[in-house]
């Protein structure tokens, strides 16, 4: 192992580690071209426009902006500066998405949250724009033999990330990798991975980008929902209702579900007072990985029936 190799290996799971050796790579070589589609760049800059961005690369087009995350989550206040700057300027941004942020954010989420200003680019994108740099012709060696060592890091940082399920390790990567798998096997469900802090603690959640639906019961109304939340299917309701009133909604939430899914799964009763109360649970592990198929057929089905569940609620 070389020593540039240590080095990455070892500083992998920073964020600053991949803002270096992009730096690096992007103004010492032609990784721009195979990355973000920049013949060749007149300039790199470091945390251009007051740091509201990690990388800047010009070219006689457009400037293109690099901002990297890994652990930390992109929040929506950090994306509207971002894409508010984007849209007035007629700029594009990449968002190097790692670790856990890899997650978090599919390619489609980014460009429809950005109205089509920004991308995004994960470890198979990177990987694969790295492995291009390599075999391409006049590369001197010392670029061959950074991308070579940074590839290699980034790999088996992946390859952590998406077999942390298999561990049994019950924390943040072991979540995100599980619903990974199960959000694999779903079928034309844009589905978001997040984590919910709270005085109990962190909360992982698996839903689907409209798993919101609102309902009403005679002067009471409401809000239906439906997610994995660390590793167990739960259908809630937000109301703003008082407590007395709320326990009227939630039995009356209880008899829809039940009436809809009761012949297919067995239903528990759950919850607690709260703005939002779980009304019932599937039962069924979601954590047994010999059973991610099944896990992802049940939040499907329970997906397909959403609707039928708010007609009971109301009818």
């Given amino acids: 192992m070389s020593g540039i190799d240590l080095l990455l290996r070892t500083a992998i799971d920073y964020e600053r580690t991949h803002q270096l050796a992009l730096f690096t790579l992007l103004s010492k070589s032609s990784l721009s071209?195979?990355?973000?589609?920049?013949i060749k760049s007149n300039s790199i800059l470091w945390e251009p426009e007051g740091k509201l961005f990690d990388l800047k690369l010009q070219d006689e087009s457009k400037a293109k902006y690099l901002e990297i995350k890994?652990?930390?989550?992109?929040?929506?206040?950090?994306?509207?500066?971002q894409y508010d700057f984007l849209n007035e300027k007629n700029c594009i941004c990449y968002y190097v998405l790692l670790g856990t942020s890899?997650?978090?954010?599919?390619?489609?989420?980014?460009a429809d949250s950005s109205g089509g200003?920004?991308?995004?680019?994960?470890?198979?994108?990177l990987i694969n724009a790295l492995n291009q740099l390599m075999i391409a012709t006049g590369q001197s060696p010392d670029v061959y033999e950074l991308a070579l060592a940074y590839r290699n890091a980034i790999q088996e940082?992946?390859?952590k990330l998406r077999n942390a399920f298999t561990t049994g390790d019950r924390g943040k990567l072991y979540f995100y990798s599980l619903y990974w798998e199960i959000q694999k096997r779903l079928k034309g469900m844009e589905t978001a991975i997040y984590t919910v802090n709270n005085r109990g603690g962190s909360v992982y959640i698996l839903n689907s980008s409209d798993y919101r639906k609102p309902f009403s019961l005679g002067d009471l109304s409401g809000e239906l929902l439906y997610e994995?939340?660390?590793?167990?299917?739960?259908i809630k309701f937000y109301s703003e209702s008082s407590t007395t009133d709320k326990h009227t909604i939630r039995d009356r939430v209880r008899q829809a579900i039940k009436s809809v899914l009761g012949t297919k799964f067995k239903i528990i009763n759950k919850g607690r007072t709260g703005a939002y109360m779980t009304a019932c649970e599937i039962d069924h592990d979601f954590c047994?990985?010999?059973?991610?198929d099944k896990s992802?057929?049940?939040f499907q089905d329970v997906a397909n029936e959403f609707n039928n569940i708010i007609n009971a609620i109301t009818s």
């Fill in 33 to 38: 071209s195979y990355l973000v589609g920049i």
């Fill in 70 to 81: 890994m652990w930390s989550s992109l929040y929506d206040n950090q994306k509207k500066r």
């Fill in 102 to 110: 890899w997650f978090e954010h599919s390619a489609n989420s980014i």
């Fill in 117 to 125: 200003a920004a991308s995004k680019i994960g470890y198979d994108e």
């Fill in 157 to 159: 940082q992946f390859d």
């Fill in 228 to 234: 994995l939340e660390n590793g167990q299917l739960r």
């Fill in 288 to 292: 047994d990985i010999a059973k991610l």
């Fill in 296 to 298: 992802a057929e049940i």
